[in-house]
Every structure is written in structure tokens, then in C-alpha cells.
């Protein structure tokens, strides 16, 4: 009897520090917000809908696994750690029964997807995990639901499980479909869902003239307009920069921020180019984070014309995933209803041809009213003209605002800007400072094609190449124009004492060899600006391939450039490259 009130004290003891245990869990739970209680089984079977239940005989369940209770999900924490509502001696005598020969009874447990609820056998979960069990014995019904539960499952959740059981009762996509997930992580975000599967429905009665089945809708909005999505977001690793988010997250996500673009720019945006400005302009991390908080910095220190513009490189990157069958599938020119404005169309459209790319055009105004003046009308008219002329799928919308800004945020839905070259940087530093093709090639986000008042067939491009990053962007268009459109390249480098050599050009040579790509070197002295074009003079060439601005925009605005030089004397074509 001695040895048996030796073990009850023993035991009770065990009890009140397990209470302790659980009292300060609840106290980081108060400071923390991750809930420690246990869900109630009654109100998971409410929101996600009981469709049948089997039973599974008895078997081993892991003690992580076990969530929730029968009636008494308040005595216990999530841990099983008991509260005040437990009484201690029964406790007790329950870690007594489990300490002898005899051990503990199977308990009896619902299961729900990979989660299980006690029936019976609260204290002896309670004991087992003290012991530092991992599995115990249980006899287990499973609950048939349309919605599976894990073990992380926090009640916060039981709302979105509620709604996603809803939104498969109305649908039906998991039979529809099997394997289908489209879970969410935000309440309220499947009204969305069925809101779009019913406008879905709509268009397709029009489409085939004849009325469309829910079932029917349902499949095809999901096999013609979600996967396909889905598959963008996979093939662009969007999911990998939101973590905390679903694929089902980002389909919404990213159909918001496309209609939202469509209504700010004016013009349908596929479905890629919108997830890549998504990606480009919301992805978190550390390093994006930085950046945006240096540019605000830049912002208030610096005037606009002399902040720094978007980094090397980061157009290609935002678009490698796109269709690998063109490099320039979107074009925006700027047009301004003037003959300069019309050759830098007419050379989109020779480029649009060969890429099969679609124009947009773009009219800055200074005022929404006039858009409804006949000079608007006949602006459109013509850019219509010419592009039906030439074949090509083109659509102008009007934009107010300041031109270069316009033209910036325009062009990041495209692939190149084709822009007429008729005030090209002047040499004086003022008139640098004041230059609007100076602004556009340091903020634009895509490469500009600049066009002066000549329109080429672009048939033999020379690439002027030093090494810089913005020289190896060059080197990358200009490998893919001359391997895609089969024709002859001409590379220059023109020499300097230390940082351009006779290998800078061997180099690029190798690099376009690596890909196919046969070339023409060339080795030239003297100052960089004359040297290239005197280049392009000597072979015949017919538009330039170069990297933009080399220096940060403070100290070419002081000591001017190069890149400055060439668009003030060339008469072909320039493609600036960032």
C-alpha cells in the first residue's frame, strides 16, 4: 500500500508538471498567436461535410497525428498536455497503468484524411506522449470528407477548409477532375473561383451557340483556362518566390494583376507577360526588398533624370520562360503623328515580320479630352492603315502623361521599344540633362530599337562589343538575330590601353561559335563613338547592335558618352541594349 501511494504521489507530481508545461505553452501562445488548443471533432465534421464512413480495425497512429477530441478537445492542449479541466488523480493513475506490465488499452479515434479525433482515450494520449511515445494503439473509423485534414491544420483553417468543401460541393471538380488541388490560403477567394467558372460558362454558350452544362463549363475551365495558367506560373518558379502561397493563390493573384494592367495600359497582355511583371514587381526576398528601399532613397536624393535605371539584364531574365520560338514577340512604338513617328513604326513592322510579333502602338496626349479630337482619329486611322497594310496584328491606345514615363510603363509588358530618333542627346551637358531619348534609355525596362529618319531591312547588323554587362546583352541579342534570321554579323571592339583588347574580341567570338554563330572581327583605334560607325560604313552594315550607358547617370551626364555620339551621327538603326 506504502509502494502504491509512493507511486500515486510519484505520478501526481508528474501531472502538475505537466500542467505547468501547458501553462506556459498557453502564455507563448497569448504572445505568439499559434493556437494550442485541440479542434473540436463535431464542428470539423460540420464545415467539411460528412460523406461516409469505413472501418479500419486497429492499427499503430502517430501522436503528432492526433488533433483533436470527441467532447473533450478543451481538456487537453494541442500537445496533450493536460489543463486545469483534468483531473489529476485520474491522470495519475491513468501513467501508473502505463508504467506496469499490463500497459495501456487501444484508444478508439476518428480519422480525417491524415489527422485522427479521440473518442476514447484522452488521458492516455496525455501519458504516452509524456513517455515520449511516438505511436500508439488505436481502433480507427474513418470519416469519408471531400476536404482531408494534416496534423497542422490550426482552427483558423477549418474557415478555408469549410470553403474550399463548399466550393467541391458546388463544382464537383474533385471527381470532375481527380487530383485537382485548389486550395487557398486566403478566405473569401472562391466566390472568385465561381465567379469565373460562371462568366467561363457565359462565352462558351456564345462560342458554340448553345446552352452549356455546369459540369461541362466546369471541366473546361479548368482543363483551357486554369492548367494553362498553372503551367506558366510552374514553368516562370513564381510559386518558389511566394512560399507561404498555393498555385490557386497565384492563378487569382495573377488574374487580378492582369486585368488590372489591361485597364491601366489600355491593351489585352498575355497571360506571361502579366506573370512576369508579377514576378518582377512583387516577389519578396531580402535582396528585393533592399533594392526597393535604396530606390525610394534614390528617389528623394537624386532628380528622376539622374537616378540609376532598371538592372542589366533583368528584362531578359523576367522573360527567359516565355515562348523560346522568338525573342521579340511584343513591340511597342511610341507614334506621335508625324513623319518620324511613321518610319519608326514602318521599322517595327519590317521587325515584326520577321519575328512574328505583334505591335502596340502608343500616342501620348497631354489631356483624356484630346483623344476625341480628329487629329487623335486620324493618328489611329493611319497606324491602323499601315499595320493592315503590312499584315501585321497591331492595336494604338492613347496614353496622358509625360512621354518618357509612358513609354517606361508601357514597355514592361514587351519585349523592345522601336522609338524615332529625331532629338538625339546633344554634346552640352544642360541639354544632356534635358534630353528625352537620354531619360527613356536609362529608365526604359526593355531594349530600344532608335530609329532616325531612315527605315533598313536589317539584314547586316555590327555588334559593338567591350565586355561591359550591357555589351553582354548585346552579344546575346545579336547571337540570337544572326543564328534566327540567318544573317551576317560584324563584331567591333575597339581597342583601348587597358580594359578592351584583342581577347575581349575573341572572347565574344567563341561565345556566338558556342552557339553556332559565325562572325566577322574586327579590331578598331581611336575614339569608340567614330570608330563604330566608321566601322558599320566600311562593311555595309545596316543597323547597330550596342550596349546602353556604361557609367552610373551622374558621371555620364558630366563626361557624356559614347552610346551619346553614335545616336547623334548614325543614320541606321540602334539597338540599345540593358
Not at 476536404?147 to 463544382?171: C, G, W
Request: proline share 6%; aromatic share 8%; charged share 20%.
Amino acid at each position: 500500500m506504502q509502494i502504491e501511494n509512493h507511486s500515486l504521489s510519484t505520478a501526481i507530481n508528474d501531472f502538475h508538471r505537466a500542467r505547468n508545461q501547458a501553462d506556459l505553452q498557453e502564455l507563448i501562445s497569448l504572445l505568439t498567436g499559434e493556437p494550442t488548443q485541440l479542434l473540436s471533432f463535431d464542428e470539423v465534421i460540420e464545415k467539411l461535410k460528412l460523406l461516409g464512413s469505413a472501418e479500419r480495425g486497429l492499427k499503430d497512429i502517430p501522436l503528432d497525428a492526433i488533433i483533436g477530441s470527441v467532447g473533450r478537445y478543451t481538456d487537453f492542449t494541442r500537445d496533450f498536455l493536460p489543463r486545469r479541466e483534468v483531473n489529476p488523480e485520474r491522470w495519475a493513475r491513468v501513467k501508473i497503468a502505463a508504467s506496469g506490465l499490463v500497459g495501456l488499452p487501444p484508444i478508439v479515434v476518428y480519422q480525417i484524411g491524415e489527422s485522427y479525433f479521440v473518442i476514447d482515450g484522452n488521458h492516455r494520449v496525455s501519458v504516452a506522449r509524456q513517455f515520449g511515445a511516438t505511436h500508439i494503439q488505436a481502433y480507427v473509423t474513418e470519416m469519408k470528407t471531400r476536404v482531408p485534414l494534416t496534423p497542422d491544420v490550426k482552427p483558423d483553417d477549418l474557415i478555408l477548409k469549410a470553403e474550399y468543401s463548399n466550393f467541391l460541393e458546388q463544382t464537383r471538380i474533385d471527381e470532375l477532375r481527380p487530383g485537382a488541388d485548389l486550395s487557398v490560403t486566403i478566405p473569401g477567394q472562391y466566390p472568385k473561383l465561381i465567379l469565373h467558372i460562371g462568366v467561363h460558362r457565359y462565352f462558351m454558350g456564345l462560342d458554340y451557340k448553345r446552352d452549356i452544362s455546369y459540369e461541362e463549363a466546369v471541366t473546361h475551365w479548368y482543363d483551357a483556362v486554369y492548367l494553362p495558367v498553372i503551367h506558366i506560373i510552374r514553368d516562370q518558379g513564381i510559386l518558389h518566390r511566394f512560399p507561404d502561397r498555393t498555385e490557386t493563390d497565384l492563378y487569382l493573384w495573377l488574374a487580378e494583376h492582369r486585368a488590372n494592367l489591361e485597364e491601366q495600359l489600355g491593351w489585352q497582355i498575355k497571360t506571361e507577360y502579366a506573370a512576369s511583371n508579377l514576378l518582377e514587381k512583387y516577389s519578396s526576398g531580402e535582396a528585393t526588398t533592399m533594392s526597393r528601399i535604396g530606390s525610394r532613397l534614390l528617389e528623394i536624393i537624386l532628380p528622376e533624370k539622374l537616378e540609376p535605371g532598371p538592372p542589366v539584364g533583368l528584362w531578359r531574365s523576367t522573360r527567359s520562360n516565355q515562348s523560346k520560338n522568338y525573342l521579340f514577340g511584343e513591340i511597342l512604338v511610341p507614334v506621335n503623328g508625324r513623319e518620324d513617328g511613321w518610319c519608326a513604326l514602318e521599322q517595327a513592322l519590317i521587325l515584326a515580320r520577321r519575328e512574328g510579333a505583334q505591335i502596340h502602338g502608343l500616342h501620348v496626349i497631354a489631356s483624356d479630352s484630346e483623344e476625341e479630337k480628329p487629329e487623335a482619329d486620324s493618328i489611329r486611322a493611319e497606324f491602323n492603315r499601315r499595320c493592315n497594310d503590312a499584315g501585321i496584328n497591331g492595336a494604338l491606345v492613347m496614353a496622358t502623361g509625360e512621354i518618357a514615363r509612358q513609354i517606361c510603363l508601357h514597355a514592361k509588358v514587351t519585349d523592345l521599344v522601336v522609338a524615332n530618333l529625331s532629338y538625339p542627346p546633344a554634346p552640352q551637358l544642360l541639354a544632356r540633362l534635358s534630353s528625352g531619348f537620354r531619360d527613356l534609355l536609362l529608365r526604359c525596362p526593355r531594349p530600344i530599337l532608335a530609329t532616325p529618319h531612315t527605315v533598313a531591312q536589317l539584314s547586316r547588323p555590327l555588334l559593338a562589343y567591350d565586355g561591359s554587362p550591357k555589351a553582354q546583352e548585346a552579344l546575346y541579342i545579336a547571337t540570337y538575330l544572326s543564328g534566327k534570321w540567318q544573317i551576317p554579323l560584324v563584331v567591333v571592339c575597339v581597342e583601348d590601353s587597358s580594359r578592351v583588347t584583342s581577347q575581349t574580341l575573341n572572347s565574344a567570338l567563341e561565345y556566338l561559335s558556342q552557339h553556332g554563330v559565325g562572325a566577322e572581327g574586327v579590331i578598331a583605334e581611336g575614339p569608340v563613338g567614330q570608330a563604330v560607325l566608321a566601322t558599320s560604313q566600311a562593311h555595309n552594315c545596316d543597323f547597330l547592335i550596342m550596349g546602353g550607358y556604361g557609367f552610373t547617370p551622374v558621371l555620364e551626364a558630366v563626361l557624356g558618352s559614347s552610346v551619346d555620339r553614335v545616336l547623334r551621327e548614325s543614320r541606321m538603326p540602334m539597338l540599345i541594349c540593358r
